[in-house]
């Protein structure tokens, strides 16, 4: 079992920062890819950027490549998302996602996980 605790959200204005933490507990082999999804109002779920914590390879979104980056500390068992050059349609609840095995063309795909954060609300306000 994986359990996923989001912080970091908040509010921010537009051209501005935010960092997400996403710290895992539970089995390690059960989270051996770890992503990051942000659903808006009315929206679907979309990926943003993932990460093999096993492997250090990363897949971001091209809707926020340049401005959002993923990263780990392993020590800490824990996933950042750095969010820059923030714009109102940033806006929405981000989810960590968790699973042990995600195929290539799932890494930005929510049916690949099966672990997910509580979510965290982040608003971009221009």
């Known amino acids: 079992q994986v359990q996923l605790v989001e912080s970091g959200g908040g509010s921010a204005q537009a051209g501005g920062s935010l960092r997400l933490s996403c710290v895992a507990s539970?089995?390690?082999?059960?989270?051996?890819?770890m992503a990051w999804f942000r659903q808006g109002t009315g929206k679907k779920r979309e990926g943003v950027a993932s990460i093999s914590t096993w492997a250090g390879d990363s897949v971001v979104d091209d809707s926020v490549k340049g401005r959002f980056t993923i990263s780990q500390d392993t020590d800490k068992n824990t996933v950042h998302l750095q969010m820059n050059s923030l714009t109102s349609e940033d806006t929405a609840m981000y989810y960590c996602?968790?699973?042990?095995?995600?195929?290539?063309?799932?890494?930005?795909?929510?049916?690949?996980?099966?672990?997910w954060g509580q979510g965290i609300q982040v608003t971009v306000s221009s």
């Open positions: 996602a968790a699973d042990p095995f995600v195929v290539a063309s799932q890494r930005l795909d929510a049916a690949g996980y099966n672990y």
């Open positions: 539970g089995n390690a082999a059960s989270r051996r890819y």
